[in-house]
């Protein structure tokens, strides 16, 4: 990676491990509890997200420009993160107000969450495609160690992509594997990114 890209490397990578924390606290700590109880702290964690996501956004699109030779994996970073602003921002805007309108309108909040899920998996998807990326760029260019963990990036990448891809078909079922494939991937690739940003010349 060239020496311009170093840092923002290092910080994308950074980044992308916060939000699997964050997504680890949201499991922890909401996991069972409505809407409207969990609010208060749910929108709380979203904001968060949605600032991460931003920041992934903003940082690949600088990684993309910079770096000749990962710009598929600094792609796929960034749709990522505009993807997953969008969820972020339909939970925060429209998860509450549906949640309050009753029983008589909660088809509405079924729509409201079955849209921010897709959006949810497909950004999982693509996380995916960055694992992969980026474990190939790391098994191709770096001996030992660097390599073993190109392809852990590289399995992780594609079990994401196998999983969120059929969630996006089977709808909010498939939250559980998918959402933990998606959160493991988001980890091997800031892994990834992050090794690779040490190899700046």
Do not use: D
């Amino acid at each position: 990676m060239p020496k311009t890209s170093r840092h923002i490397g290092t910080f994308v990578s950074a980044v992308l491990l916060l939000t699997v924390i964050s997504q680890i606290i949201y499991v922890a700590t909401l996991s069972g509890v409505g809407i409207v109880e969990g609010w208060p702290l749910r929108s709380t964690i979203w904001t968060i997200e949605l600032l991460l996501f931003t920041a992934i956004a903003i940082a690949s699109f600088v990684g993309l420009v910079r770096s000749s030779e990962m710009q598929l994996g600094w792609s796929a970073l960034a749709v990522a993160g505009l993807i997953n602003m969008i969820q972020s921002g339909i939970g925060l805007s429209m998860f509450l107000p549906a949640a309050k309108a009753g029983e008589e309108l909660a088809p509405l909040m079924g729509t409201v969450v079955a849209g921010s899920f897709l959006f949810y998996y497909l950004a999982k998807v693509v996380l995916g495609l960055a694992a992969v990326f980026f474990g190939l760029w790391l098994f191709r260019n770096v001996k030992g160690l660097g390599q073993i963990a190109g392809v852990v990036s590289l399995i992780a990448g594609m079990i994401a992509i196998a999983l969120n891809v059929a969630a996006v078909r089977l709808g909010l079922g498939a939250v559980p594997l998918a959402g933990a494939s998606g959160a493991i991937a988001t980890f091997a690739a800031g892994c990834a990114l992050w090794w690779s940003s040490r190899q700046a010349e």
